[in-house]
């Protein structure tokens, strides 16, 4: 069975940072794109940033570029997304997939990631 787990989510102050984990099992972890999605509320979930397994490129979203880092620990079956300098509308849950028709990150089209966890909330405010 596989499963995702989210998890690094808290309550900041804009301008602080957190680091998101996800951390897989079930699956060969070394062979999936790893994406971030958030989903704030009343809007759509969409995807901020994608860890490759082809190879070690990524892929970030033009909103959260500078502030948003990727990293994947292949033995650790886990996916890090730091977020630098946060601000209000990063307040969302942030949710974890992995990318089911693609292994190198081109793409945050939601229908190609599958296995999401239960997702980590983050809270932006002073």
């Known amino acids: 069975q596989v499963q995702f787990v989210e998890s690094g989510g808290g309550l900041v102050q804009p301008g602080g940072s957190l680091r998101l984990s996800c951390t897989a099992s079930?699956?060969?972890?070394?062979?999936?794109?790893i994406g971030w999605f958030r989903q704030a509320p009343g809007k759509e979930r969409e995807g901020v940033s994608c860890a490759s397994a082809a190879d070690s490129s990524t892929y970030y979203v033009d909103s959260v570029k500078g502030r948003f880092t990727i990293s994947r620990d292949n033995a650790k079956s886990t996916v890090y997304l730091l977020i630098d300098n946060l601000k209000p509308e990063d307040t969302a849950v942030y949710y974890c997939?992995?990318?089911?028709?693609?292994?190198?990150?081109?793409?945050?089209?939601?229908?190609?990631?599958?296995?999401w966890g239960q997702g980590t909330p983050v809270t932006v405010s002073s």
């Open positions: 079930g699956l060969e972890f070394r062979d999936y794109a």
């Open positions: 997939g992995a990318n089911l028709m693609r292994r190198r990150c081109a793409t945050m089209r939601h229908y190609e990631y599958a296995y």
